[in-house]
C-alpha cells in the first residue's frame, strides 16, 4: 500500500519568512495530493491539493509543487502570519473513476509562526 | 450547510464497554469515510463507504463495525472498548465526482475518545 512521509515534524519560523514542508510517497500510481490544515480541537481543513499532471499550484501565499519522477511534493507558504500557525498534513490517493478516495497521510508537520 | 458533524465531541469508555460515534452530512456526497488520529501521528483509515448499503475495510478496521443505512449517517460501533481505541475520530465525506474530478474530502470536528 502507499506510505507517505513528512518532513519537518516540527517547523518555527518568523512572521514574515516562508516555511517549506516536504513529503514523498511510494505509490507510482498515486494521482492525488492534498494539503490539509489542522487546528487545535479542530477537524483538518483542505487548504489546497494538486493532481498529478500538474507541476505547481498556487493559491494566494501558498503553493505546492509535486514532482512526480522523485515521488515528492512540498507545501510552500509565502509571508507567513500568526494564523498560519498549525499542523498541517499532506497526504496521497490514487483518484479513479467511481472509487473512492483513501487518503494516506503523513504523519503531520507543526508550524510555529513567531512574532 | 451544516457540512460534516459529529456527537459527541469527547466520551469516556471504560473497558469492554461499546459506543456508537455518530457522523451526519447534509452535502449529498455518496462518499464517507472514518478516520482516527492518534497523537503524533497522521489519519489512518479505519472504514469507508460508497452508498448507503456498501462499506469497505480501511487500514485498520479491527475492534469497528459501520453501516450505512441512509445517504446521510455513517456511525461508527465500538462493541468492546479497549485501551488502545483511545484516540480522536474523524468522519468526512466526499462527492462521488467533484469539480475537475477532484473528489475533495471535508471532515468533522472530530470526536475524542479516552477507553479506562
Given at each position: 500500500?502507499?506510505?507517505?512521509?513528512q518532513h519537518p515534524s516540527t517547523l518555527s519560523?518568523?512572521?514574515?519568512?516562508?516555511?517549506?514542508?516536504?513529503?514523498?510517497?511510494?505509490?507510482?500510481?498515486?494521482?492525488?495530493?492534498?494539503?490539509?490544515?489542522?487546528?487545535?480541537?479542530?477537524?483538518?481543513?483542505?487548504?489546497?491539493?494538486?493532481?498529478?499532471?500538474?507541476?505547481?499550484?498556487?493559491?494566494?501565499?501558498?503553493?505546492?509543487?509535486?514532482?512526480?519522477?522523485?515521488?515528492?511534493?512540498?507545501?510552500?507558504?509565502?509571508?507567513?502570519?500568526?494564523?498560519?500557525?498549525?499542523?498541517?498534513?499532506c497526504a496521497a490517493t490514487i483518484q479513479g473513476?467511481?472509487?473512492?478516495?483513501?487518503?494516506?497521510?503523513?504523519?503531520?508537520?507543526?508550524?510555529?509562526?513567531?512574532? | 450547510?451544516?457540512?460534516?458533524?459529529?456527537?459527541?465531541?469527547?466520551?469516556?469508555?471504560?473497558?469492554?464497554?461499546?459506543?456508537?460515534?455518530?457522523?451526519?452530512?447534509?452535502?449529498?456526497?455518496?462518499?464517507?469515510?472514518?478516520?482516527?488520529?492518534?497523537?503524533?501521528?497522521?489519519?489512518?483509515?479505519?472504514?469507508?463507504?460508497?452508498?448507503?448499503?456498501?462499506?469497505?475495510?480501511?487500514?485498520?478496521?479491527?475492534g469497528y463495525n459501520v453501516s450505512r443505512s441512509?445517504?446521510?449517517?455513517?456511525?461508527?460501533?465500538?462493541?468492546?472498548?479497549?485501551?488502545?481505541?483511545?484516540?480522536?475520530?474523524?468522519?468526512?465525506?466526499?462527492?462521488?465526482?467533484?469539480?475537475?474530478?477532484?473528489?475533495?474530502?471535508?471532515?468533522?470536528?472530530?470526536?475524542?475518545?479516552?477507553?479506562?
Open positions: 500500500g502507499e506510505n507517505v512521509e519560523v518568523q512572521e514574515g519568512d516562508s516555511a517549506v514542508i516536504k513529503c514523498t510517497y511510494s505509490d507510482s500510481a498515486s494521482n492525488y495530493f492534498p494539503w490539509y490544515k489542522q487546528e487545535l480541537g479542530k477537524g483538518p481543513q483542505l487548504i489546497i491539493d494538486i493532481r498529478s499532471n500538474v507541476g505547481e499550484k498556487k493559491d494566494q501565499r501558498i503553493a505546492v509543487t509535486l514532482n512526480k519522477t522523485a515521488k515528492h511534493f512540498s507545501l510552500h507558504i509565502t509571508e507567513t502570519q500568526p494564523e498560519d500557525s498549525a499542523v498541517y498534513f473513476t467511481g472509487t473512492a478516495s483513501k487518503l494516506t497521510f503523513g504523519t503531520g508537520t507543526r508550524l510555529q509562526v513567531t512574532l | 450547510n451544516a457540512g460534516v458533524t459529529q456527537t459527541p465531541k469527547f466520551r469516556i469508555l471504560k473497558i469492554g464497554q461499546s459506543m456508537t460515534l455518530q457522523c451526519a452530512q447534509d452535502m449529498n456526497h455518496n462518499y464517507m469515510y472514518w478516520y482516527r488520529q492518534d497523537p503524533g501521528m497522521g489519519l489512518k483509515l479505519i472504514y469507508y463507504s460508497v452508498g448507503a448499503g456498501i462499506t469497505d475495510k480501511g487500514e485498520v478496521p479491527n441512509t445517504t446521510e449517517d455513517f456511525p461508527l460501533r465500538l462493541e468492546l472498548a479497549a485501551p488502545s481505541q483511545t484516540s480522536v475520530y474523524f468522519c468526512a465525506s466526499s462527492s462521488r465526482s467533484g469539480l475537475a474530478g477532484v473528489k475533495t474530502q471535508y471532515f468533522g470536528p472530530g470526536t475524542r475518545l479516552l477507553v479506562l
